[in-house]
Antibody, heavy 116, light 106 residues
Framework: QVQLQESGPGLVKPSETLSLTCTVSGGSISTYYWTWIRQAAGKGLEWIGH???????FYNPSLKSRATLSIDTSKNQFSLKLTSLTAADTAVYFC??????????WGPGTLLTVSS | EIVLTQSPDFQSVTPKEKVTITCRASQSIGSSLHWYQQKPDQPPKVIIKYASQSISGVPSRFSGSGSGTDFTLTINSLEAEDAAAYYC?????????FGQGTKVEI
């Protein structure tokens, strides 16, 4: 059974860059579109972007080019970099696997707080 | 970008009641509409795919219908464990988008 686990710093200062990694275990990193989704406290879900094992990416235009996704198939990991952080980026960040239309796999989520 | 609008935002119900949540898309998305259930401090879980396709392991009291721009999630005979937020999501065109969510309280 494929499982996902996010890892990241937890607390980042405003204007700095966030780096999050998602480790895929229990299965191959191929097949899925690997995705980042975030959720501010008490709010809904926002799709950030996805990456395929070929390296092709697509980002949510709302992030105005601040997001970059990468993938390391040798380590079964994919990553998110988000630049120029503000308090509005404070949220739980989920990594997820998208397959045949829906997000079938989810990590438990990691809380990011942007604060000085 | 396709905007999904759910109604209601919040619903307080009693066990065994029937719950209906609607999701309206700003343009036609065919049947590329999926429903998720999210319980507190957990990631979402897909419960209906492509508007009406059931998911293995999801109780049969959950069902979906609709196509084009109007979709419905129905929970028949609600159980206490169904207290959660429910989100619709469209995969018709990028960027993928979600509805704002419906919180079901028991």
């Amino acid at each position: 059974q494929v499982q996902l686990q996010e890892s990241g710093p937890g607390l980042v200062k405003p204007s700095e860059t966030l780096s999050l990694t998602c480790t895929v275990s229990g299965g191959s990193i191929s097949t899925y579109y690997w995705t980042w989704i975030r959720q501010a406290a008490g709010k809904g879900l926002e799709w950030i972007g996805h990456i395929y094992t070929s390296g092709s990416t697509f980002y949510n235009p709302s992030l105005k080019s601040r997001a970059t996704l990468s993938i390391d198939t040798s380590k079964n990991q994919f990553s998110l970099k988000l630049t120029s952080l503000t308090a509005a980026d404070t949220a739980v960040y989920f990594c997820a696997g998208f397959f045949l239309g829906s997000f079938d796999l989810w990590g438990p989520g990691t809380l990011l707080t942007v604060s000085s | 970008e396709i905007v999904l609008t759910q109604s209601p935002d919040f619903q307080s119900v009693t066990p065994k009641e029937k719950v209906t949540i609607t999701c309206r898309a700003s343009q036609s998305i065919g049947s590329s509409l999926h429903w998720y259930q999210q319980k507190p401090d957990q990631p979402p879980k897909v419960i209906i795919k492509y508007a009406s396709q059931s998911i293995s392991g999801v109780p049969s009291r959950f069902s979906g219908s609709g196509s084009g721009t109007d979709f419905t999630l129905t929970i028949n005979s609600l159980e206490a464990e169904d207290a959660a937020a429910y989100y619709c999501h469209q995969s018709s065109s990028l960027p993928w988008t979600f509805g704002q969510g419906t919180k079901v309280e028991i």
